[in-house]
């Protein structure tokens, strides 16, 4: 069974930067997606960015130019970097891959906790 991993979460100043990573337990193939979601309490599950293999890089509007993923297809790895953190941004932060067959994998969550 494939696991997603997540690091590099934790508290961050207002203003302050992180950046995540996620890696697959062993090598996926024809991934087709990676993207990267959160939950804050009480709130749904949101999407943060995705990368679509192709060349198409979806962002919430509310991290566009401040949030940066990219990704490593031979590592099975996706990164979110995250800048001028704003407390809002608070959440659990999910990994998701979509394989070519429809198959989504998803990782166990990271905190992020941004103090103002």
């Known amino acids: 069974q494939v696991q997603l991993v997540e690091s590099g979460g934790g508290l961050v100043q207002a203003g302050g930067s992180l950046r995540l990573s996620c890696v697959a337990s062993?090598?996926?193939?024809?991934?087709?997606?990676m993207g990267w979601y959160r939950q804050a309490p009480g709130k749904q599950r949101e999407l943060v960015a995705r990368d679509i293999s192709g060349g198409t890089i979806i962002y919430s509007d509310s991290v566009k130019g401040r949030f940066t993923i990219s990704r490593d297809n031979a590592k099975s790895t996706v990164y979110l970097q995250m800048n001028k953190v704003r407390p809002e941004d608070t959440a659990v932060y999910y990994c998701n891959f979509v394989v070519d067959s429809g198959r989504n994998f998803w990782g166990q969550g990271t905190q992020v906790t941004v103090s103002s």
């Open positions: 062993e090598s996926i193939f024809s991934i087709n997606a």
